[in-house]
């Protein structure tokens, strides 16, 4: 059996006598869609920085692709793609010049990276701005290209921190099209951040974090079973005492 | 290494892009050709045995190499403002390829402009150097390159904000012309000075350049002041001692989830 995708063990970060994170247990399997769902400031992107190697975690220990965070930390960024929940894209580059950057970060070689490059920006709807700066596309499609760089090295773990953050709702529903066609074709881990229920409802299973603790998990359907309510929301509600979001959208 | 070339390319296609930066590293020795060749020629004490442009002219390309290779090398706070330094950081190379590309980046940046400039400078002040003086100065040019750029790499994994930007530039900067030989012989200031161009980098890229280019002047005292062999040396330990000092530096780089949390948890 190959191990897990991801695997967590009293997990935790703090920063001073901030606990980001508390204690972190988790088993996210092969091609499993996963999502994390919490307010701002639950822990989620400490979380995926923990699982990403961008951080050292205060306690406990996690394995992702099979490797230890720490101690293989070069295996594991081999392993995952991560898309920030801030576009980290060169405005100045154009769109293929930020992915054939991101391809020689990745040692991919010309002739697997160019045709991949091609591949994507067909996918992802930017063959015709190929040779555009990056500072002028559309938030939708900074985002497109963001995912598309962080698949070009076909990942086994896709890390999803809030990727929809701060597009209109048509730009999101296009992106979101997008990630679910991905998963399918490529039959990729997705772990997913988010604070829009909405955007958990898909996941196969949803882990609740509140407060850098996890409060819940299990499949949409189970944990609205077990809570006995109709609407994650309200799962977050009965489980945490509190709101899940802040009125209106955004 | 192909993350290395990746990087050094980056750094080129930016910088030829940035056409005002290029035009304005090439422009700014002329300035100073011009203007303070003019004035600190009146007052130097050299003349008679040297032309003060000619004396200035290893200072120049010293200045060009410095204000190339710093300028390259903090565009990493920049990398930091908008996200690309992450991007960089969650690939899986180490954190010491990401500092040896970005210096390297910043050495053919401080080569090309300092390059570009010696071949009208020189011939335009009538300084003829022999073939060996002319690899020389190639060499003094790639060297302190290479030094300034790990130098700016620890500077630019320091700074935390481009607020501080300025204010290091020119902290840094004037200092190190003053202290550098670039404009005046260092031999004649006091010791307190003396100690502080002993660990100034740029004073050795001037010192290995004056070799290079005023060697027919060195009898007169307007050569190269220190051993060609200490020259190297040191600019090879300020190489050195940057990028492992600055790899680490940036791997602090997990700062970004702390601000990021404290955004979040407003």
Known sequence: MSPAAIEARGLGKDYGSIRALDRLDLEVQDAEFFGFLGPNGAGKTTTVHLLATLVQPSRGAARVAGHDVVRASLRVREKIGLVFQDTTLDRDLTVEENLRFAARLWDLPGRVGGPRIERLLGTFGLLERRRDPVRTLSGGMRRALDVARGILHEPRVLFLDEPTAGLDPRARRSLWELILELRRSL??????????V??????????????????????????????????????????????????GPG | MR???????????????QRARAVSSVARPFVWLI????????????????DYRRYMTPGLVGMVVMFGAL??????????????????????????????GKALGATLLGTLQALVVGAILVPLVGLSPT??????????????????????????????????????????????????????????????????ARVNPLAYGVDLLKHALLADWAGAGFGGELPIALDVAAL???????????????????GVTRTAFRAGAK
Do not use: W
């Open chain 2, 236 to 254: 090879a330990v300020c190489a050195g001692v940057g990028l492992v000092v600055a790899a680490p530096l940036l791997a602090r780089e997990g």
């Open chain 2, 131 to 196: 073939p060996a003086g002319a690899a020389l100065a190639l060499g003094a040019v790639v060297l302190t390159s290479l030094a300034l750029g790990a130098l700016g790499l620890v500077l630019a994994a320091s700074i935390r904000s481009l607020e501080n930007f300025a204010g290091v530039m020119n902290f840094v900067v004037f200092p190190m012309l003053f202290l550098s030989g670039a404009l005046y012989p260092l031999r004649r200031l006091g010791p307190a000075l003396q100690l502080l």
């Open chain 1, 187 to 196: 039959g990729l881990t997705v772990f997913l951040t988010t604070h829009y």
């Open chain 1, 198 to 247: 909405e955007e958990a409802e898909p996941c196969d299973r949803v882990a609740v974090l509140d407060r850098g603790r996890l409060v819940a998990l299990g499949s949409p359907a189970e944990l609205k079973r077990a809570t006995g309510v109709r609407s994650l929301e309200e799962v977050f509600l009965a489980r945490t005492g509190h709101p899940l979001a802040e009125p």
């Open chain 2, 71 to 100: 300028l390259a090398s903090l565009s990493t706070v920049t990398d930091r403002d908008a996200g690309v330094l992450r991007m960089v950081l969650v690939a899986p190379i180490r954190r010491s390829t990401v500092a040896l």
């Open chain 2, 3 to 17: 993350a290395v070339y990746g990087i050094v390319v980056r750094e080129l296609v930016r910088f030829l892009r």
């Open chain 2, 35 to 50: 203007f303070a060749g003019a004035g600190f020629a009146t007052v130097f004490s050299g003349a008679g045995a040297i």
